[in-house]
C-alpha cells in the first residue's frame, strides 16, 4: 500500500516506511526533527522539470507525462519502492503546499500503474 503525506503532518502507526521523495530537503525542518526511514533524492523530478512546473496546475498533465518519462528511464531507483509496498505501507514524503498537483502523488500513481 503507498500514500502521501506532507512532511509537517504527524507521523501514525499506520505510515509503514517513510520516504522522503525531494530532491531538496524541506524547508524549516531539521534533519533530527524528520521521522523517515530513507531519503531517495534520485526518485524526484530533475531540477529542470522541478523548476519548469513551478507547482503550477495548469502544467499538471504535461507535468505528469515529463515525470514518467524520467522514470521510465531509470527503474532503479523507483523499484524498491514498489517492492516494500508490496510487503507494507509505504508512505511517500513531501513538501509542497499543494496536496493535489506534487511529485508524490505522480509518483504514487506511476507506481501504482506499474505492478
Given at each position: ?68 518519462t524520467e522514470l521510465d528511464a ?16 509505504v508512505t511517500l514524503l513531501y ?21
Open positions: 500500500m503507498i500514500q502521501i503525506k506532507r512532511v509537517y503532518d504527524e507521523r501514525e502507526s499506520t505510515d509503514g516506511m517513510r520516504v522522503l521523495v525531494e530532491r531538496l530537503w524541506p524547508r524549516g525542518i531539521r534533519k533530527d526533527d524528520l521521522p523517515l526511514d530513507e531519503w531517495l533524492k534520485e526518485v524526484a523530478p530533475s531540477d529542470g522539470l522541478r523548476r519548469w512546473f513551478a507547482h503550477d496546475p495548469a502544467k499538471w498533465e504535461e507535468f505528469r507525462r515529463r515525470y514518467f531509470k527503474p532503479e531507483v523507483w523499484q524498491s519502492l514498489r517492492e516494500t509496498a508490496r510487503r507494507g505501507a513538501s509542497a503546499r499543494d496536496t493535489e498537483h506534487n511529485n508524490a502523488r505522480a509518483l504514487k500513481e506511476y507506481l501504482e500503474q506499474h505492478p
